[in-house]
């Protein structure tokens, strides 16, 4: 039997990292606790996946032409649900809304969240790792004129707090407000989020990089550059073991405890990539950075660039902060003149 002492739940971490702000008046805590119970009911739901007939294909398209999964739909709705009428919320955008959700007027609050409800939803089916990815924003917007897309659309600077639930082996919870990023796995038999990671640190030259590799002839040289010497090592650079799941954040995750690159680059068929700024890219970025790593564009840092629309994509560049320097400074390169 775990002594209680020494067990550190997500609810006791949260109110002894609000006792350090005293300005604070709790809105952001009771807003992550929103989120935590979000993702305990996904988690439930993914975990029986394979038993109920919520798995497999609805047979709609989402706004970017993915095939939405029926439980892609149930964790967006349970996300919007938990914080919709929190009046800690003025507004939310999904990856798979087309339009952004605007709180009730009389029970707008003043944060932004932007979710991905269930990334690398294509592996439900084959019992693949999946996970949920957030970003929270203050708003901008006046009490006055209501929430608007412009609370969305700011860069990711000034998030306040970022973070995903990986569903895994086990049900892992990961994020960071600015001071660190500490990671908790629920333990299913409590239904409570234990922290298990503190103050996670990716290592600055990781084992391993992460691309899609089929996508080679439609990329340019230079990104055929960076991940030919990823593969084979060159001079400085060691060669790196590849390591590819198809699912953001458990690619993510692993690189960040590992050390790693995961690589989303443009191609000729994509040329802003696949992976979207506010719900993917930018989150991911605040996670790498607070735990020493880096997140670019391949030109300039993900958390500079000011999103114009809401579901804009980019191109990513993600992981150990060397390998991210070095990727970065062959793709920011003027193309040599043949
Ligand atoms: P999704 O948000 O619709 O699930 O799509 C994003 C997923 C990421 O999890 C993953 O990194 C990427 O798509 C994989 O794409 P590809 O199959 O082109 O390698
Ligand atoms: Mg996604």
């Not at 080679?216 to 055929?224: E, G, I, K, L, Y």
């Not at 699912?247 to 443009?266: E, K, M, Q, T, W």
């Not at 030109?299 to 070095?326: M, N």
Request: charged fraction near 20%; charge should be negative; aromatic fraction near 8%.
């Amino acid at each position: 039997m775990d002594s209680l002492t020494s067990v550190v739940t997500i609810e006791r971490f949260i109110m002894e990292q609000e006792r350090l702000h005293p300005e604070a008046t709790g809105e952001l805590s009771n807003l992550l606790y929103d989120l935590c119970l979000a993702a305990k009911i996904i988690s439930r739901q993914v975990r029986r996946a394979g038993l109920t007939d919520i798995l497999g294909g609805s047979g709609t398209l989402n706004v970017s032409g993915d095939l939405q999964q029926k439980l892609d739909m149930f964790a967006n709705e349970t996300v919007r649900n938990a914080v919709q009428h929190s009046g800690r919320v003025c507004i939310t955008a999904s990856e798979e809304d087309e339009t952004p959700r605007v709180c009730p007027r009389e029970e707008q609050g003043k944060y932004v969240l932007l979710y991905d409800p269930l990334d690398g939803s294509m592996n439900i089916d084959v019992n693949v790792s999946i996970g949920t990815i957030f970003s929270i924003h203050r708003r901008v917007s006046g009490q006055q004129e209501g929430a608007s897309d412009r609370d969305c659309l700011q860069p990711g600077y000034r998030q306040v707090v970022a973070g995903y639930i990986l569903y895994g082996s086990s049900t892992m919870l990961v994020y960071t407000t600015g001071a660190g990023v500490h990671g908790f796995t629920l333990d299913p038999t409590i239904g409570e989020f234990l922290l298990s990671h503190p103050r996670i640190r990716t290592p600055d030259v990781g084992r391993y990089y992460s691309v899609n590799e089929s996508n080679w002839n439609r990329w340019s040289p230079a990104v055929q550059r960076v991940v030919a010497t990823f593969k084979n090592g060159d001079g400085a650079v060691v060669a790196k073991n590849a390591r590819y799941i198809g699912s953001l954040v458990a690619d993510f995750h692993r690189n960040l405890i590992s050390g790693g690159i995961f690589l989303y680059p443009a191609d000729s068929r994509s040329p802003e990539g696949k992976l979207r700024l506010l719900y993917e890219a930018a989150p991911l970025a605040f996670v790498v950075e607070q735990a020493g790593g880096a997140a670019t564009d391949g030109r300039r840092r993900i958390l500079d660039i000011s999103p114009t629309t809401i579901h804009q994509k980019s191109p990513l560049v993600i992981g150990s902060r060397a390998d991210v320097e070095f990727a970065t400074g062959i793709l920011a390169a003027p193309p040599v003149p043949v």
